[in-house]
């Protein structure tokens, strides 16, 4: 038999007498699932920095960006970032040529069908793209941001794009606009929701971005008490619309939860808590600039992330305890990503750890940073092709429910070898009530073997697993599915995610430095049912 059709089944086999034992899984499938998640939990993000020039916000119409966000739908799609604290809206002003083409392209056809019409456009923003993401960049490095303009078309388009995707907008206001220096002026926020509303679109709102880092980034400085008071009055401004009276809010959006931001937080919650649906944090690994490929596959960097998320319920269970809690954005590295790291293989081990552990902490929605944008942090890229985490993200989707279970392991060490188990989502038309599904990553530097305990030991398992193509390895921005490269069929087509069958009583080899999930059908979890 020739190796390559001998390895996957090698995979398959119990390892050699005097090998590695395979290190057994315990699984608790039995009573009520250990927590429960939002069905919206894997969520996107598109930074405000897309509309630092609104022309480039028109790439939202391609009709391959929107069939990749629709696989991933539902789910929210969070307009916001550093740039949302320095766009203002004008009512009056007239958009971008670009803008103004793709919706009156827009207004003759129907609502969400595609644009051909707009191509020649699009192949020039294309063009122009790589030098704007240069400059978007560069301005957040060095923390110079200039206010941009937007107008009624930049609102439509993006709104056009989340609901043609199957999207709930929520949107970050401008929380810069001060009056005298401290008060929020509303002003601008007013005239944005006139519009919003007379539109009828169904919206939710964030005050600001990173509110621990104004001063950094303006100058100015503003506590945990005024924000909330802020907020406050940004509810009351809600209510005074009939469209947003019980429109939700979100916040504060604060950064990693740093000593000086977890005080902002505090009184953030005390003052304004009220008033907010969910409460909103941020979470990168890494400085994106000095990012290494280890650090993306040391279990000490990720176990950072734990730490984090303790910290802040601790904070909310101490001041809101009945509040939800979200990773307003997340991804990585800051700073739009580590390149060539951060759109590569390698970066599904954070995103899929950080999946999990959100998911078993009790953090409701995960909110990816960035599904289409610059940095190299994005799910899909100036291309339009989908990277490794895209491909990671819809697997997850698919397969993962939204109860999580309890799962351990005996014989490997719990920090390499790291294991989730949730019940399997229902909606995939090839599983039912009460099959797990299980995901896992090597951080060992050698195969694993994963056993399932006696009593499962008879089930059929399907496995998906995810391995890089091509001679890159785990810094490859393709990736394989059970040995078939993922790839779009065409520009509306994604391809099947074909499943591999294992036999009852099969031992599950998880190669060095891979991750993938395996459903265990049939396994009358009490949980699940």
């Not at 759109?343 to 950080?354: H, P, Q, R």
């Not at 069929?489 to 991750?515: N, Q, R, W």
Request: glycine content about 8%; proline content about 5%.
């Amino acid at each position: 038999m020739p190796l390559p059709l001998l390895l996957p089944l090698l995979l398959l086999l119990p390892p050699p007498a005097g090998g590695r034992r395979a290190a057994v899984l315990r699984l608790e499938l039995r009573g009520s699932p250990r927590g429960e998640v939002s069905p919206a939990f894997l969520s996107l993000t598109l930074d405000a920095s897309l509309a630092r020039d609104p022309r480039y916000v028109a790439l939202l119409s391609n009709p391959k960006l929107r069939a990749l966000a629709t696989a991933l739908s539902p789910g929210f799609l969070r307009f916001g970032g550093t740039g949302t604290d320095f766009l203002i809206f004008d009512p009056n002003q007239d958009s971008t040529s670009e803008e103004k083409i793709l919706w009156e392209l827009q207004a003759q056809q129907e609502a969400c069908g595609s644009r051909p019409a707009f191509a020649a456009v699009e192949k020039l923003l294309l063009a122009q793209w790589p030098s704007q993401e240069k400059l978007i960049l560069a301005e957040h490095n060095w923390k110079k941001h200039k206010n941009t303009t937007i107008t009624r078309n930049t609102l439509d388009i993006l709104y056009s794009f989340a609901n043609c995707s199957g999207f709930h907008l929520i949107f970050g206001l401008n929380a810069l606009l001060r009056k005298d220096g401290l008060q929020w002026d509303s002003s601008n926020a007013r005239a944005l929701l006139d519009y919003c509303a007379s539109q009828w679109y169904n919206i939710s709102w964030e005050l600001g971005n990173e509110p621990n880092s104004f001063r950094k980034k303006s100058g100015i400085y503003i506590n945990g008490f005024q924000l909330g008071q802020d907020f406050i009055h940004l509810r009351q401004l809600l209510s005074s619309y009939i469209l947003y009276r019980h429109t939700k809010l979100y916040g504060p959006d604060v950064g990693q939860p740093r000593k000086q931001t977890q005080a902002l937080l505090r009184s953030f919650l005390k003052s304004g808590g009220k008033v907010i649906d969910s409460v909103t944090w941020h979470h990168y690994y890494v400085n994106g600039r000095r990012a290494t490929r280890e650090d993306f596959l040391s279990p000490e960097v990720l176990d950072t992330f734990a730490t984090a998320i303790r910290k802040v319920l601790e904070i909310v269970d101490g001041t809101v305890p009945d509040k939800k809690v979200w990773l307003g954005e997340t991804s990585s590295a800051y700073g739009g990503g580590a390149p060539r790291l951060s759109n590569t293989y390698v970066a599904g081990f954070m995103w899929l750890d950080k999946l999990g552990l959100s998911a078993r902490q009790g953090i409701d929605v995960v909110m990816r940073q960035v599904f289409f944008g610059a940095g190299t942090y994005h799910l899909v890229d100036a291309n339009f092709e989908p990277l490794p985490d895209y491909w990671l993200s819809l697997l997850y989707k698919k397969l993962v429910g939204t109860k999580v279970l309890q799962v351990s392991l005996e014989g490997a060490d719990e920090r390499k070898l790291r294991v989730y188990l949730h019940c399997t989502n229902t909606l995939h038309p090839k599983y039912r009530e009460g099959d797990v599904t299980l995901f896992a990553l090597n951080l060992y530097n050698v195969t694993q073997h994963l056993q399932l305990p006696n009593n499962l030991s008879s089930k059929h398992v399907d496995q998906y697993l995810l391995l890089p193509h091509g001679k890159e390895n785990i810094l490859s921005r393709s990736i394989e599915l059970n040995g078939r490269v993922l790839r779009m069929v065409d520009d509306k087509t994604l391809p099947e995610l074909i499943e591999k069958p294992l036999g009852p009583g099969s031992v599950l080899g998880l190669p060095a430095f891979s991750y993938g999930f395996y459903v265990i059908k049939n396994a009358k979890a009490i949980a699940c049912i």
